[in-house]
């Protein structure tokens, strides 16, 4: 019988080089790997199936009704029975570009997609620079979606240090957020944990964030170490930087015990703000 209080999510880690169509197979045995060990939630890391690079984002991005990558995630997520979160993709719609995480139901349907809402655009020297919005629009939405189990929250990589996006996900009944991210070597063992217990902490939810595997041969050498928190704070479980899946069970009677024995969500004074 499905409990739905109680699920396993899977947060997939996979390499990416320079050659799509191995990405997209790679993500693809990693999300069957991850159902066949009872996973009913798997999310993939921030562009899963591009390199993390301003020249070639364009070259990879795909349109949402004529996409390989989209297609391999609907008919293995029907396949399965499972809901995937696509980690996130380059996006071409018109003109414009986007860093883009669509998500896919049981039944292979897009149930919701998420933009990037706030783009990497950092410079510290002489350690790590990027400009997103050289390639990308920004995203204009809080994403937030049903499932069997509970309301998901899916926003992407630098989004989260902006507090603000998690605690509205919270408002409208989150449960469980999944960040779906590519950090760096500079800002990964600086921040990385710190902003996934703060994120899981303060709105007392199941937080997870999933990088790409390393590639010593790219530019841009993203942190791994994709991680979750329970709501209490507590980090269930960190990979390293290589390929790996990393599992975790939900327990939503959780979720409710810790706010209603620290009930920090019902004693915040909003009459103080304007928020
Ligand atoms: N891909 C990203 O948005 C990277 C964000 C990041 O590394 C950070 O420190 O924030």
Request: some cysteine.
């Amino acid at each position: 019988m499905c409990q739905r209080n109680k699920f396993k999510i899977a947060l997939c880690q996979t390499l990416v080089e320079d050659n799509k169509e191995a990405n997209i197979n790679r993500a693809l045995k990693f999300i069957e790997e991850a159902a066949d060990n009872g996973a009913k939630v798997i999310s993939l890391g921030e562009m899963f199936n591009c390199p993390y690079r301003n020249d070639v984002f364009k070259e990879y991005a795909e349109e949402e009704d004529n996409s390989n990558t989209l297609e391999m995630l609907s008919s293995i997520a029907k396949k399965k029975g499972v809901y995937i979160i696509g980690g996130s993709i380059p996006e071409k719609e018109g003109k414009k570009y986007y860093n883009t995480s669509y998500i896919f139901d049981r039944e292979g349907k897009i149930i919701a997609k998420h933009r990037k809402i706030h783009l990497f655009d950092i410079d510290i020297k002489g350690k790590v620079k990027m400009k997103e919005s050289d390639t990308f629009d920004y995203g204009e939405n809080i994403t937030v979606f049903d499932t069997q189990y509970c309301k998901i929250g899916v926003a992407i990589c630098y989004d989260i240090r902006f507090p603000e996006v998690f605690r509205i996900m919270v408002q409208k009944g989150v449960k469980l957020i999944i960040v779906p991210a590519a950090f760096n070597n500079v800002t990964g063992p600086a921040h990385w944990e710190i902003l996934v217990r703060c994120r899981a902490v303060d709105n007392q939810v199941y937080f997870g964030a999933v990088s790409p595997a390393r590639n010593e041969n790219e530019s841009y050498l993203a942190y791994g170490h994709s991680i979750i928190s329970d709501p209490f704070g507590k980090i269930l479980g960190e990979l390293e930087e290589k390929e790996s899946i990393l599992y975790c069970d939900v327990d939503l009677d959780y979720v409710e015990k810790v706010r209603n024995e620290l009930p920090i969500l019902k004693h915040r004074r909003l009459d103080l703000s304007k928020i």
